[in-house]
């Protein structure tokens, strides 16, 4: 009885002991998560979406390269893209390279 009592306090205070950095990861994690969630949202197949070089920029915003499938099933090449919110998801294919390009320097640069 009392190893389980000491074992789950441990467990507490091992959960309530978490470093700044191992916050800050999680935090990025998921947003990164959030973000190619929102991607996937805007392609063709979903499932076969490659992420690569993703990272949080300035403002929060989850921003990296997606490789998806066009409609005849080929990969069409790494692109950029910015997920701000669900509505608010930019792929460099969406608007003129200036414009992406613009927004790209704004939130993740």
């Not at 993703?54 to 409609?71: L, R, S």
């Amino acid at each position: 009885m009392r190893l389980a009592i000491t074992m789950a306090l441990m467990l507490v205070l091992a959960a309530c002991g978490k470093t700044a950095a191992q916050k800050q990861q999680e935090e990025a994690a998921t947003l990164t998560t959030l973000g190619e969630k929102y991607v996937k949202e805007k392609i063709l197949e979903p499932n076969q979406a490659q992420f690569r070089n993703q990272f949080i920029g300035k403002g929060g915003a989850p921003c990296g390269e997606v490789n998806a499938k066009d409609a005849f099933g080929g990969y069409i090449g790494y692109q950029r893209y910015i997920s701000v919110a669900r509505d608010l998801t930019l792929l460099a294919q969406d608007v003129s390279p200036a414009e992406f390009e613009a927004q790209w320097q704004q939130l993740c640069k």
